[in-house]
């Protein structure tokens, strides 16, 4: 039996890859931990991973895109000329989703474990019901919950990714563009100055509103500095599967 892992370079992800490899490959399957790499995330995420990989005691392979083989979430945002689509963001469908069924054209997988949390149940649930069927959800089965997995990962020495320490709800790259409030923008704002910067010019060029105040879009350089919406809360990770639809957020064309 031949089990992939997808690793998101999050706690529970990581966890999921440890008691994967730790009791399917005890038992003499094929584990395969797998990540998409994007370079846009912070780059405490290559520690991290790295230092997961020595935990579990096994490679974590890389599965990119061919046609991004640089793995860029802008450089799919300039192709496309939109940065979110009605049915998803175009960096996940391609450095993500689409990495993932190019990889597995080529190889055959028995079962996926994804890094689904107690707390996830539902997602899971729709997840299986619109993606994949062949899922072990050795978090859930196990009652681990977001908190689980970040006591597991810190008890087994590993120090999380960056990302956590600095208030962000998940190890995405910084800057996603899934994200609509005002609270998290002016939080990248705050701790990635150039990420910001980034985003802005670009959501600009490309005529994408990606923030919502005050009930309407805007762009993100019309958001005041003390804007703030709901507080930060978790988003699922980005990862190789996204069962979830995406409103459209393409302003309308001047001119």
């Known amino acids: 039996?031949?089990?992939?892992?997808?690793?998101?370079?999050?706690?529970?992800?990581a966890?999921?890859?440890?008691?994967?490899?730790?009791?399917?490959?005890?038992?003499?399957?094929?584990?395969?931990?797998?990540?998409?790499?994007?370079?846009?995330?912070?780059l405490d995420n290559?520690?991290?991973?790295?230092?997961?990989?020595?935990?579990?005691?096994?490679e974590i392979i890389s599965v990119t895109h061919p046609d991004y083989p640089d793995a860029s979430v802008?450089?799919?945002?300039?192709?496309?000329?939109?940065?979110?689509?009605?049915?998803?963001?175009?960096?996940?469908?391609?450095?993500?989703?689409?990495?993932?069924?190019?990889?597995?054209?080529?190889?055959?997988?028995?079962?996926?474990?994804?890094?689904f949390t107690l707390e996830e149940q539902a997602r899971h649930d729709r997840f299986v019901l619109t993606e994949r069927s062949n899922v072990l959800p050795v978090l859930i089965e196990r009652g681990l919950t977001r908190a689980d997995c970040f006591r597991i990962v810190q008890e087994a020495g590993?120090?999380?990714?960056?990302?956590?320490?600095?208030?962000?709800?998940?190890?995405n790259c910084r800057g996603c563009c899934k994200a609509t409030s005002p609270t998290y923008w002016n939080h990248v704002r705050v701790t990635d100055p150039d990420v910001f910067e980034?985003?802005?010019?670009?959501?600009r060029r490309l005529n994408v509103r990606l923030v919502r105040y005050l009930g309407k879009r805007i762009f993100l350089d019309e958001l005041p500095?003390?804007?703030?919406?709901?507080?930060?809360?978790?988003m699922p990770d980005c990862s190789t599967f996204c069962e979830e639809k995406t409103v459209k957020v393409r302003g309308p064309r001047r001119g």
Request: hydrophobic residues 35%; glycine residues 8%; contains cysteine.
């Open 198 to 203: 980034r985003r802005a010019t670009q959501s």
């Open 74 to 115: 802008e450089e799919v945002w300039d192709h496309e000329k939109a940065m979110v689509f009605p049915h998803g963001a175009p960096c996940t469908r391609l450095l993500k989703k689409g990495a993932r069924q190019i990889w597995e054209h080529n190889n055959t997988i028995d079962w996926h474990v994804l890094g």
């Open 158 to 171: 590993l120090e999380l990714p960056e990302a956590y320490r600095l208030g962000y709800p998940n190890a």
């Open 1 to 13: 039996m031949k089990i992939a892992v997808w690793f998101s370079c999050g706690a529970p992800s």
């Open 225 to 234: 500095t003390t804007a703030k919406g709901r507080p930060l809360k978790s």
């Open 46 to 58: 290559r520690r991290f991973l790295r230092d997961v990989s020595n935990w579990i005691g096994q």
């Open 15 to 42: 966890v999921a890859a440890k008691l994967a490899v730790d009791e399917y490959g005890r038992l003499g399957d094929e584990v395969v931990i797998c990540n998409n790499p994007v370079r846009e995330e912070g």
